[in-house]
């Protein structure tokens, strides 16, 4: 059997991480500024994170949603507490397409209706109504559209109010990154995410943060929506929740009830994701990244700023986008195999910063020379 083709690779071999790093297996060193797609949180094989898996998987490292799992009311305890959303609850499932999922279907069970309002050059998911509110035809498969959903302009509020002003009666839901990533790292404003509050509790509609990406500490706070002071009723998560262990989950308000069987998942709060995903939080805790984040997110974007080459750096904290002129096509290429560092990237010109959240100013400067370096031709 071979592999069902779906993803252009680069011909490199990772066999050794640590920290912000990693090896090929010619043991060639990467500086890691992509977070293997924002996924590494706390640094690659963190000796804490290593040994709280190690010791979960020598007691028991799965059984099923039937039982008392002790690991997952902890989680929610450290999750709330961190996240500062502590009369909040906890769902746990195993990826953010289906964090997305569970939070729409939430929402409609709520509030018993259909209609979903999204935003241009969105991304939540490849899954069905996560993909239906994805703004990217080439990825919607004919079954997966629907007429439930609306794709409205990012950030404006005219537009919105105008929407929900016609059809406020019949909307389930808002989702909204706070910090649109596949779509090239665009802010959602503070007075943009109020009103999508203000508007959800005029027509009794849910607001779902989509934090999959921007979440979890990236921004400098623990879910980038919390700059706007107003709260989501749902906050999605993935990504940097296992710093690699799949693992996923929805914070849903107290005012949403639970009922037996409404949402369910077989592998969704395992004993294994549980511990990975605490030693994350406790990690985040003591060595405070979201802090960390904030600082060297502010460095790098500062220093960014100062480079006339570029055309415009957007991002907030260790979410970083970095639009370049077209003429400059080669530079996220040329990092990776001239300066050995990986970034990530956004259609059509634009390089995604998105390291560890403990990275270090020294690490950071080592990405600015090389940017530098490949800015100067
Ligand atoms: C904002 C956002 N939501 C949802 C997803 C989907 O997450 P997953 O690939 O874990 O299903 C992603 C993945 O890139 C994302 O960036």
Redesign the pocket.
Known sequence: MKLFDVYPLNDITIVKAKGSYVWDDKDQQYLDMYGG??VISIGHTHPHYVKRLEDQLHKVGFYSNSIKIPLQVELAEKLGKISGKEDYQLFLCN??????ENALKLASFYNGKKKIVAFTKA?????SL?VAVTDNPNIVAPVNQTEHVVFLPFNNEVALEKYFSENGNNISAVII?GI???GGINVASDSFLRRVRSLCDHYNAVYIA?S???GYGRSGKFYSQDFSGVDADIY?M??GMGNGFPV?GISIAPKLHPKHFMLGTTFGGNHLACAAALAVLEIIEQDNLVENAAVVGDYLMTELNRLPQIKEVRGKGLMIGIELPGELKDVKKNLLFKHKIFTGEAKPNVIRLLPALNITQKEADIFLEALKTELAG
Request: aromatic share 4%; with cysteine; net charge negative.
């Open positions: 797609h924002a990826s953010g397409a289906e964090a997305n991304f939540h998911g490849r899954t996560a990154e649109q990533g596949v989509d999959v990406q921007c999605t993935a990504k996923a």
